[in-house]
């Protein structure tokens, strides 16, 4: 079985009770969440072997995470409890005309404090074939970025693939880097890109031929993007570009798109109504996505599988995707009338 390596923060998530506005009453629901974590705890409900990397601090709430994390049957071996603190983000869900709003309570963090030699990649890496890191790390603090990129080079040395989820985060970049500096270089150690139209733009200097905010998406725009991509990074063998329609926060259309340099699919789009909870949503395509390179022979049917996982996400609060490889399958297979099952 593929072994799969994540890499990236993990948070204390602060959230407002269902749709309410920070402190309209006086209670947060805590668990925790970050992109890279959210990824492995995917890909262990699909039954892949996976482990989640990151530091911690050495204390209660460090080792709550720990065992949060490990309950999902991910390995956390190679997690370090060091002495500092954890990251938190607070979330405010929107509805309708109302967007939801994250803010972030982040600095001075483990991972944003860590040296770039604070993790044995060597002992990371052994036995593994896949890495999967995004673009929310490097943006932390520049000793994230520099470990970040040690953790690329060192993969790309053992022969992993490496995918990267270039995830732009325009609150998170203030130390004094662009994004596009330093994920440029970074990319430059990637195999499968995962983005979206804003993520390319902002991270890459790749633009968009049509406006990011205006919800309405060409399929074909997304096309020659991906084929930038893979002109100006010859390393990159495939791209895929999830696309996503916001009518309001309560109502996205979903899809997604994929290139490898000859074939471009684009897949089947879900109205999705009513949602619980988006975030999460684009980690829980990159662990399909991951999942269904590994077990389809072909990518239509992996980003199929990736576009169906992310859709079912946005049926489940907090940040982690809890669907089975069968509850996905069903739903690519064209299930999706939500009626009881018996």
Same mark, same amino acid.
């Given at each position: ?99 939801? !709003?994250?803010?972030?309570? $982040? /600095?001075? =963090? ?6 770039? %030699? *604070? ?82 733009? !902002?991270?890459?200097?790749? $633009? /968009?031929? =049509? ?6 998406? %060409? *399929? ?65 395509f990159g662990g399909g996505l991951i999942y269904g390179l590994n077990a389809y022979d072909n990518q ?8 169906? /996982? ?8 907090? %940040? ?23």
């Open positions: 079985m593929p072994r799969v390596i994540t890499f990236g923060e993990i948070m204390l998530r602060l959230k407002s009770p269902a749709l309410e506005r920070f402190f309209q009453s006086p209670a947060l629901e805590a668990t925790f969440g970050g992109g890279e974590a959210n990824v492995a705890v995917s890909l262990a409900n699909y039954g892949m072997d996976v482990a989640f990397v990151t530091l911690l601090p050495d204390n209660d709430i460090g080792r709550a995470c720990l065992r949060t994390v490990r309950g999902y049957g991910v390995d956390v071996s190679n997690i370090r409890l060091v002495p500092g603190r954890m990251g938190i983000y607070f979330l405010e869900t929107g509805s309708n005309q109302r967007p939801s !709003k994250v803010i972030y309570d $982040r /600095a001075d =963090s483990c991972i944003a404090k860590a040296a770039p %030699d *604070a993790i044995d990649w060597d002992a990371v890496f052994a036995g593994a074939t896949w890495f999967h890191i995004t673009g929310i790390t490097p943006a932390i603090s520049q000793s994230a970025a520099d470990l970040s990129l040690a953790a690329v080079k060192a993969a790309k040395a053992k022969g992993l693939h490496v995918s990267c989820d270039l995830n732009y985060r325009k609150n998170l970049w203030k130390y004094g880097k662009r994004a596009d500096e330093v994920m440029g270089e970074l990319v430059r150690y990637v195999d499968t890109i995962i983005a979206n139209e804003e993520d390319f733009q !902002k991270a890459l200097g790749i $633009r /968009a031929e =049509s406006d990011v905010e205006s919800g309405e998406l %060409d *399929a074909d725009v997304y096309r020659r993007i991906a084929r930038t991509a893979m002109d100006r990074y010859p390393n990159v063998s495939r791209v895929a570009i999830t696309l996503r329609e916001s009518k309001s926060a309560d109502t996205n259309y979903w899809a997604a798109c994929i290139y490898d340099g000859q074939e471009f699919y684009v897949s089947r789009k879900y109205a999705i109504t009513d949602i619980v909870d988006r975030v999460g949503g684009g980690d829980s239509r049917d992996a980003l199929e599988f990736a576009v169906a /996982a992310s859709c079912l996400k946005h049926t489940i609060n907090g %940040d982690f995707n809890l669907v089975s490889v069968a509850e996905v399958e069903a739903l690519k297979k064209g299930s999706g009338s939500g009626r009881v099952e018996r």
